[in-house]
């Protein structure tokens, strides 16, 4: 498969910061996240960087997350995964500050983080370097001249496939209907992914290994449902 060109563009819509951060998040982000964070000097935009020189120890598996809110999965797949190298990606100060403090104490050894636009870490990295992708509730950009900024579109598939191993998984979940269609017509459209759903309850029912977040709680008792749209890298 044929590399995209290397760019500096950052595609980063909305605010970066919302609300001050108090003291626990800001000694966090002041401590914790230098430690974490992918260097600069990694978003080389040219296929160039394995996961595994960003980590100090080999794991048995790499996944990633873009856009993780406050971090609860992506901290929830870490306990469950210690043997696994996550890289997380949100460019919300307030996101990342939650998640800092919420892994503060931890070993910390298997994760990385991005602050950053996450479609550059994904050109930096190497083909076949993932074994599987989150996108969970990305922002839906309702409006039609703004649906070209949503996230899954053709030219980050292609950017994903790449990047994914045969057989791993592209996992993305949203409770906006529309946007719910728009992923999984945009992902069922890519010859390199294939939709594992074989009945509506495949995108309907929760799975039973599923990580549910605040967000998602939220959204349940509001009355929204969430569908989970699971693809594989063929």
């Known amino acids: 498969m044929t590399h995209s060109e290397p760019t500096d563009k ?18 966090a982000m002041d401590h914790l996240y230098p430690r974490l964070e992918v ?27 873009i856009g993780f809110g406050n971090g609860e999965h992506v901290a929830a797949m870490m306990q469950q995964n210690p043997d696994y190298g996550y890289l997380a ?9 939650a998640f800092m403090r919420e892994i503060r104490a931890w070993d910390n050894q298997n994760v990385r983080v991005l602050m950053d636009d996450a479609i550059m870490l994904v050109k930096s ?15 839906p950009w309702p409006k039609s001249k703004h649906h ?59 799975p039973s290994d599923w990580i549910k977040t605040r967000y ?3 959204g349940e008792k509001a009355g929204r449902k969430q569908s989970y749209l699971i693809f594989e890298r063929t």
């Open 10 to 27: 950052r595609r980063l819509y909305g605010r970066r910061l919302g609300r001050p951060l108090n003291t626990e998040r800001q000694e």
């Open 39 to 65: 260097p600069q000097s990694a978003l080389t935009q040219k296929a160039d960087i394995s996961p595994a020189s960003l980590f100090d120890t080999d794991k048995t598996a790499y996944w990633m997350e």
């Open 89 to 97: 990606a949100e460019p919300y100060i307030n996101g990342m500050a």
């Open 125 to 139: 990295l190497t083909d076949d370097a993932l074994d599987g992708l989150y996108v969970l509730n990305p922002d």
């Open 148 to 206: 070209k900024r949503r996230i899954i579109n053709p030219d980050n598939l292609n950017d994903f496939a790449r990047v994914l191993k045969s057989g791993a998984k592209l996992i993305m979940a949203t409770d906006v209907d529309d946007l719910a269609e728009w992923m999984a017509t945009q992902a069922a459209n890519h010859p390199d992914f294939e939709w594992t759903a074989t009945q509506a309850d495949d995108w309907r029912v929760t």
């Open 216 to 218: 998602e709680q939220k």
